[in-house]
């Protein structure tokens, strides 16, 4: 049946890598040498890429410590892994979603600015919205829905040298209008625009004064160069107008310019905000209803687990159960209440610490020792009290240990109280660990009962 001890076979010790370690070390102290430089102002703390280079370098570092103690062959399935998580997080962030730090207050108090490392308003970036566009140009391979009045969105600034060369502010001049900026409000065609509710109930727009100067665009009626939006472009404002620098100083925004549309604020969490209205969707809720079921499910029902079934390598997925034995601890493998009593010829997924398994090492084996009854292989065949089993106390062939078989028992073993006594699947293949390698099992080291095969579905039977 279930073949998970080939893979715990005893493992030499592995020296950790001189090298590896040195290079650990080295990454992760950058990463705190570039957060030391940004916090003493040495580094520019507003800068994304030079925040997210430290992390990489911490997280690398760390990585590299605990590669350098890793067998050659895991370390380079872990790298795989890593890099398939890698790539897949980086098509996400290229064409899907992607975070934004709020830098500053010009879009207060719809969204809140600072440029300190972690704090002001963290935001989701709606990239698939209006169109996926070419990685590093201000192009689109496709094009979405066009922009609209009043979105927020994140774009590419057109001043050269900018302090904050990407900038979130809204929408508010379409293409073709004619905007005319003054007593606070915008007016485009000669018609005050309706501000809808969504936005901060005082704002005010400015069209002079605040502290800086050179205002152009929206604010000189009459002249069509700064009151006539071109097509394929808009005219960006901020809600925090007098503390703004918008589209009113660098003019009309190419569309090709806009990164995405604002869809919520993420962080913190007391400051979450659906600017989209996406949550309120009967889709949404039946999609976060399912993920939420789902975590439920895996931290404390069970889990699905892949199983190689024999020796042509095909590969099965268990549904293991928690709730069979107790309420578990998610995480941390312990559980809070033990209520189940495992039964003979159940199958567990356990864990065991001893020498001759790796420690990260999850084992399958049926129960063939209960609390108090003395275990003994006589003549190749498990007797249990001094009596062989009977053909329904287990599942299929009646467990025996192989002619030649390297471990022995002359003397029966009693099983101690809360503890039980597992054999693998199947019990008589030589070379596999179980109780008669390393002993009993506590309650604490059953991790779950696995009773169905659910995948794939032609196979899927009760076990």
């Given at each position: 049946?279930?073949?998970?001890?080939?893979?715990?076979?005893?493992?030499a010790?592995?020296?950790?890598?001189?090298?590896?370690?040195?290079?650990?070390?080295?990454?992760?102290?950058?990463?705190?040498?570039?957060?030391?430089?940004?916090?003493?102002?040495?580094?520019?703390?507003?800068?994304?890429?030079?925040?997210?280079?430290?992390?990489?370098?911490c997280?690398?570092?760390?990585?590299?410590?605990?590669?350098?103690?890793?067998?050659?062959?895991?370390?380079?399935?872990?790298?795989?892994?890593?890099?398939f998580?890698?790539?897949?997080?980086?098509?996400?962030?290229?064409?899907?979603?992607?975070?934004?730090?709020?830098?500053?207050?010009?879009?207060?108090?719809?969204?809140?600015?600072?440029?300190?490392?972690?704090?002001?308003?963290?935001?989701?970036?709606?990239?698939?919205?209006?169109?996926?566009?070419?990685?590093?140009?201000?192009?689109?391979?496709?094009?979405?829905?066009?922009?609209?009045?009043?979105?927020?969105?994140?774009?590419?600034?057109?001043?050269?040298?900018?302090?904050?060369?990407?900038?979130v502010?809204?929408?508010?001049?379409?293409?073709?209008?004619?905007?005319?900026?003054?007593?606070?409000?915008?007016?485009?065609?000669?018609?005050?625009?309706?501000?809808?509710?969504?936005?901060?109930?005082?704002?005010?727009?400015?069209?002079?004064?605040?502290?800086?100067s050179?205002?152009?665009?929206?604010?000189?009626?009459?002249?069509?160069?700064?009151?006539?939006?071109?097509?394929?472009?808009?005219?960006m404002?901020?809600?925090?107008?007098?503390?703004?620098?918008?589209?009113?100083?660098?003019?009309?925004?190419?569309e090709?310019?806009?990164?995405g549309?604002?869809?919520?604020?993420?962080?913190?969490?007391?400051?979450?905000?659906?600017?989209?209205?996406?949550?309120?969707?009967?889709?949404?809720?039946?999609?976060?209803?399912?993920?939420?079921?789902?975590?439920?499910?895996?931290?404390?029902?069970?889990?699905?687990?892949?199983?190689?079934m024999?020796?042509?390598?095909?590969?099965?997925?268990?549904?293991?159960?928690?709730?069979?034995?107790?309420?578990?601890?998610?995480?941390?493998?312990?559980?809070?209440?033990?209520?189940?009593?495992?039964?003979?010829?159940?199958?567990?997924?356990?864990?065991?610490?001893?020498?001759?398994?790796?420690?990260?090492?999850?084992?399958?084996?049926?129960?063939?020792?209960?609390?108090?009854?003395?275990?003994?292989?006589?003549?190749?065949?498990?007797?249990?009290?001094?009596?062989?089993l009977?053909?329904?106390?287990?599942?299929?062939?009646?467990?025996?240990?192989?002619?030649?078989?390297?471990?022995?028992?002359?003397?029966?073993?009693?099983?101690?109280?809360?503890?039980?006594?597992?054999?693998?699947?199947?019990?008589?293949?030589?070379?596999?660990?179980?109780?008669?390698?390393?002993?009993?099992?506590?309650?604490?080291?059953?991790?779950?009962?696995?009773?169905?095969?659910?995948?794939?579905?032609?196979?899927?039977?009760?076990?």
């Open positions: 049946m279930a073949d998970s001890s080939k893979d715990s076979k005893k493992e010790p592995v020296e950790r890598s001189l090298l590896g370690m040195a290079i650990g070390v080295l990454l992760f102290g950058g990463g705190l040498a570039i957060f030391y430089a940004q916090r003493k102002g040495m580094l520019p703390a507003q800068d994304d890429m030079t925040t997210y280079g430290g992390i990489g370098l997280l690398a570092g760390g990585a590299g410590w605990w590669l350098s103690g890793q067998p050659r062959d895991k370390a380079i399935e872990w790298l795989k892994s890593a890099g998580a890698l790539g897949l997080a980086l098509t996400i962030r290229w064409a899907v979603a992607e975070p934004y730090r709020i830098p500053s207050g010009s879009m207060e108090t719809t969204l809140h600015g600072d440029p300190s490392f972690f704090k002001g308003d963290r935001v989701f970036v709606n990239k698939w919205v209006y169109g996926i566009r070419w990685p590093f140009l201000n192009s689109r391979i496709w094009e979405g829905h066009k922009p609209q009045r009043w979105d927020i969105v994140v774009f590419k600034t057109v001043e050269k040298d900018a302090v904050h060369p990407t900038l502010k809204r929408i508010v001049g379409m293409p073709g209008e004619r905007i005319e900026i003054h007593d606070g409000k915008v007016f485009a065609d000669g018609k005050a625009l309706e501000i809808p509710d969504a936005l901060p109930p005082d704002i005010y727009y400015t069209s002079s004064g605040g502290g800086l050179q205002m152009r665009y929206g604010v000189s009626p009459g002249i069509d160069e700064f009151s006539v939006v071109p097509e394929g472009h808009y005219l404002l901020g809600d925090n107008s007098r503390q703004s620098r918008d589209g009113r100083y660098f003019g009309w925004l190419p090709e310019n806009i990164v549309r604002v869809a919520c604020i993420w962080w913190p969490i007391n400051r979450w905000r659906d600017f989209t209205g996406f949550s309120n969707t009967w889709w949404w809720k039946t999609l976060h209803g399912l993920l939420a079921a789902f975590t439920f499910v895996r931290l404390f029902i069970g889990q699905s687990w892949p199983v190689v024999d020796e042509r390598g095909k590969v099965r997925h268990l549904f293991v159960s928690f709730v069979a034995l107790g309420l578990r601890i998610p995480f941390v493998l312990r559980w809070l209440v033990f209520w189940g009593e495992p039964k003979r010829g159940q199958l567990m997924l356990y864990r065991v610490k001893h020498e001759s398994v790796p420690s990260d090492a999850l084992l399958f084996g049926r129960i063939a020792g209960l609390p108090g009854e003395k275990i003994q292989f006589v003549d190749g065949r498990l007797q249990v009290n001094g009596k062989l009977e053909p329904g106390e287990w599942p299929g062939d009646l467990p025996t240990e192989p002619e030649g078989a390297a471990i022995k028992r002359s003397k029966p073993i009693t099983v101690p109280e809360g503890e039980f006594f597992l054999l693998a699947d199947p019990p008589g293949e030589e070379g596999v660990f179980d109780s008669r390698t390393f002993g009993t099992i506590g309650k604490q080291g059953l991790l779950g009962q696995a009773n169905a095969i659910w995948w794939p579905f032609w196979a899927a039977k009760k076990i």
